[in-house]
């Protein structure tokens, strides 16, 4: 081979395990980063065409840039390889064609059977190379995404007008005035079976014109359109069938051989659920002798060492080591970008951008600091291109399908198998070999809380679950440093200390791989949408109802549970019913039922304080670390922020339950009522309408009148003997001429909340520290930060008209 004198160990091991193996028809190759995977996919692909299974296919996750690298790779390997799967010499399988994962996944993809213009072009052999980042294209490119500047977006909504207003006429208004981004409603799936003829007949004339967002996916999906789940917000409509339809993609569904190139990540379960994967090939991926075999990683969470370290502070200590060493930061979001506008050198958005940065990265030019947006992969930064590594923020989801299914599916930590998997691929973009190095710095309380919490340490890789341990172990002894005492810990492995280097070596050596994990809900999930591609409802419904009863976590029990109801929805609609009501009561971000639900009566009996002191130690992690990071991590998301309103319903549920009284969220639960209801003992509620996703300068007549109307659906539930107060929580405490509040409404306004939260913050400083078992002492701390009941109305502002 060209270029090549001899494979690395890891590549020969991989190519000897595969070859035992190769008669297989799907197989999993996972390698450490770095690991040498695209010369083993391009062996194998020769060795298939070799063999006589050809014609033999390469796919990248993206193109340009990606590609290229590939096309480079195969000329030193001597392979002939060419980009268009129509070549000649790819039909007479004497080249391998590499193509990028849109060209593959769409629904008027050349590989299908129903492909108009010419003949399919077949597969024998395929390799999908970092599989896992494939998944995002797979799933953009095999659902339609109807954007709010199309023709058919309102006439879509219009369609569901009334099915939405029995989900949440609130967030529906909110969807049409487009005031907060946030909002989301998930259509029931009894009103797509009902209306789905109507909706396809929309949706056609505006999929059959080219550059339209639904032209390339309309073929696939409208295949499966009755049993699709649809999302809307302010911004788009998803709608995404239940699996990818990978059984459009003929020739991949048909290849004899198809191999996925993976990252040593914990869960592999969307291998089976996304490209139809045989189980029990996942569960024994091929693997090199060792997990060990990884670039050395300081991985330091800041906040984790002192929690009262602010994010700012770490940001400014980065971009003074942006000065020696090329520092790249990956943010979630562009809000999250604003927040190094003064300290970076470069902020690529575009494709070209990016390319280009990273080319000079590479090239052994100091750029200094890069923030890059929602880039967890697909990105090489070898040795000196990037030797600190910073991620700020948990990634998110960000379309509203995403992010319904993150509520959904999100476990007891807060964080959902997606987002562990972006985060594995974020710190990996750093080291590029064994040999390189980098140092790791994680921003914000979400992730500092994952090298703690040991429900999410598990679902990382061997490797870097040993660099966590090993990071926590170095720092545990610091105790509660000061920023720049931990940077000093940074640099140890910056500047390349012996004593540091020796044992980050030590801690890799001798990991053993893990077997592939397949959640056992993968199966069924995947068998069961394929049943009901071919109308076999039936055994769809049973498959879904079997793993629903296999399922523990009752969050995930509800989830399956609604997917059961959907399928069973198509053949008897009553029965349907009854299991969504169920579903209901296990996950609350599952879809309302037609029938009307119910919501408890709440009053507080307790001693707020009692009550208080027996959920510091219910709702935190022991420790006083955990216990600070649990507060950080609730009061992170207690922010005005429009896309992020459900984040802050939820956290401010949180804190009134922390705090000693009952809280309850009527209107996500049934559907009706304040966002929020606090009760404050002794007959007194607040009564919340929540507007931190509200950026107008007074309150206008429709956040208003839903005051009016959730104090009144409050005195309908409640006795004469109870005071309902109408707290608005808005940027504002005036209103607009037009607007009208309820008699006596307060608002929690920036300056108010601000106010509570640093109350709230400085009292889970106290408690981290005493014991919290003692009633008594809670009590005093809670009076000593005005967190008592009767101290709550000095947080607020009267609302003026």
Not at 40 to 56: C, H, K, R, T
Not at 675 to 680: K, M
């Amino acid at each position: 081979m060209p270029g090549y004198g001899y494979l690395r160990d890891v590549q020969a091991q991989v190519l000897t395990g595969w070859h035992a193996r190769r008669t297989e028809r799907d197989l999993v190759i996972k390698v450490n980063t770095g690991g040498g995977k695209t010369i083993d996919g391009l062996v194998i692909l020769q060795s298939y065409l070799n063999e006589g299974l050809g014609p033999a296919l390469y796919v990248t996750p993206g193109g340009g840039y990606m590609e290229t690298q590939l096309l480079d790779e195969a000329h030193n390997l001597g392979i002939a390889v060419v980009t268009d799967p129509d070549d000649a010499k790819y039909l007479r399988s004497e080249a391998i064609a590499v193509v990028n994962t849109h060209k593959l996944f769409n629904g008027r993809t050349v590989f299908s059977e129903k492909r108009v213009s010419a003949p399919m072009a077949p597969i024998g052999s395929v390799v999908i190379d970092d599989a896992h980042a494939a998944l995002s294209t797979l799933h953009q490119t095999l659902s339609l995404s109807i954007p709010s500047s199309s023709n058919v977006f309102i006439p879509v909504i219009d369609l569901f007008e009334e099915d939405l207003k029995q989900q949440s006429a609130d967030s529906l208004a909110d969807i049409r005035e487009g005031n907060y981004e946030s909002a989301l409603l998930s259509v029931p799936f009894w009103a797509i079976r009902h209306k789905a003829d109507r909706l396809r007949e929309l949706l056609r004339s505006e999929a059959t014109k080219y550059g339209s967002s639904l032209y390339w996916p309309w073929p696939a999906v409208q295949e499966v359109l009755a049993i699709c789940r649809i999302v809307i917000t302010s911004r788009e409509i998803a709608i995404t069938p239940p699996c990818p339809p990978i059984g459009h993609v003929t020739a991949f569904s048909q290849a004899k051989r198809r191999i996925y190139l993976t990252a040593t990540l914990s869960d592999d379960s969307v291998l089976v659920t996304d490209f139809g994967a045989l189980p029990e090939s996942v569960a024994k991926p091929i693997t090199p002798l060792t997990a060990g075999d990884i670039g050395e990683r300081m991985i330091l969470a800041p906040q984790e060492i002192n929690p009262a370290v602010s994010g700012d502070e770490i940001r400014k200590e980065v971009a003074a080591l942006s000065r020696s060493y090329n520092t790249v930061v990956v943010v979630p979001s562009a809000p999250s970008r604003s927040r190094w506008a003064a300290y970076a050198d470069e902020a690529p958005t575009t494709n070209e951008q990016i390319v280009a940065v990273v080319k000079r990265m590479k090239s052994g030019v100091h750029v200094g600091l890069v923030v890059l947006t929602n880039r967890y992969d697909g990105i090489d930064l070898p040795q000196d291109a990037c030797r600190v590594l910073v991620l700020d923020g948990l990634p998110g989801s960000f379309s509203g399908d995403e992010r319904l299914q993150s509520l959904l599916t999100s476990r007891e930590s807060g964080v959902d198998d997606r987002q562990v998997q972006r985060i594995e691929q974020g710190i990996g973009r750093g080291v590029r070999s064994n040999e390189d190095h980098c140092v790791v710095i994680l921003i914000g309380p979400r992730l500092a809380k994952l090298t703690i919490d040991p429900r999410t340490l598990k679902r990382f890789s061997p490797a870097t679950q040993a660099q966590l341990e090993l990071s926590r172990t170095v720092t545990t002894s610091m105790g509660a440093k000061p920023i720049g005492e931990i940077m000093d810990t940074a640099k140890q492995a910056l500047s390349r200390d012996s004593d540091w280097v020796r044992l980050a070596k030590s801690k890799l050596h001798g990991i053993a791989p893990q077997p592939g994990f397949v959640s056992q809900f993968a199966a069924p999930l995947r068998h069961a949408f394929d049943a009901a591609v071919m109308g076999g409802f039936v055994t769809a419904a049973k498959l879904l109802a079997d793993a629903v009863e296999a399922e523990d976590d009752v969050k995930l029990k509800g989830w399956l549970r609604q997917q059961h109801a959907i399928y069973l929805d198509q053949i008897d609609p009553s029965q349907a019913q009854d299991v969504l009501r169920v579903a209901r009561t296990e996950n609350t971000h599952t879809l309302r039922p037609l029938s009307a639900l119910t919501i408890r009566t709440i009053a507080t009996s307790d001693d707020q304080a009692d009550t208080c002191a027996r959920r510091l130690t219910t709702m935190f992690a022991s420790g006083s670390s955990a216990i600070r990071l649990g507060f950080e991590e609730m009061l992170d998301d207690l922010k005005f922020d429009p896309a992020r309103t459900e984040e802050f319903e939820a956290a401010l549920l949180q804190l009134g339950l922390v705090l000693g009284f009952e809280s309850q969220r009527p209107e996500n639960e049934i559907g009706e009522g304040p966002d929020n209801l606090w009760s404050l003992g002794e007959g007194q509620y607040w009564v919340i309408e929540a507007k931190s996703g509200a950026t107008s300068t007074k309150i206008g007549k429709r956040d208003a009148a839903q005051l009016a109307v959730a104090e009144l659906w409050f005195k309908k539930r409640y006795a004469d003997t109870c005071t309902g107060l109408p707290v608005m929580i808005h940027p504002a405490n005036t209103l607009y001429k037009d607007a009208t509040a309820p008699v006596g409404a307060k608002a929690l306004t920036e300056a108010g909340l601000k106010q509570l939260t640093d109350n709230v913050r400085a009292f889970s400083v106290s408690v981290a520290v005493v014991d919290r078992t003692r009633s008594e002492v809670i009590g005093r701390l809670l009076a000593d930060h005005k967190l008592n009941a009767n101290d709550l109305a000095s947080y607020l502002a009267p609302i003026r008209g």
